[in-house]
Nanobody, 122 residues
């Protein structure tokens, strides 16, 4: 399973960006799908996460981001998107997508996409 992230870039404060992560591979099931971010020298932190279960999908946000960021997925395309609005300079970080994926050959494992840089200018 591979995850490919895209959509980062440079934006002015107050602007918006949408990140997209696409999962590819053979015969897999996505258990969780989400976004994390990391500033230089800091720990990686959760932005938003979708968890799939028999009862449906549950979404978790970092409390301080949920008013500006929205996560949504396209299950047919195996993509997860992060819509980021009202961006602030402090949102400048590298953003990573992550999925916990089940395959018949390997069971459930975590996969990370390559980071995509988001830079917000003041």
């Amino acid at each position: 399973v591979q995850l490919q992230a895209s959509g980062g870039g440079l934006v002015q404060a107050g602007g918006s960006l949408r990140l997209t992560c696409a999962a590819s591979g053979d015969n897999f099931i996505i258990n969780t799908y989400g976004w994390y971010r990391q500033a230089p020298g800091k720990q990686r932190e959760l932005v938003a996460l979708i968890t799939h279960s028999a009862n449906g999908a549950r979404i978790k946000y970092a409390d301080y981001l949920k008013d500006r960021f929205t996560i949504f997925e396209d299950t047919a395309e195996n993509t997860v998107n992060l819509q980021m609005n009202s961006l602030r300079p402090e949102d400048t970080m590298t953003y990573f997508c992550k999925a916990n994926v089940w395959t018949a050959s390997s069971g459930s494992n975590d996969y990370w996409g390559q980071g995509t840089q988001v830079t917000v200018s003041s």
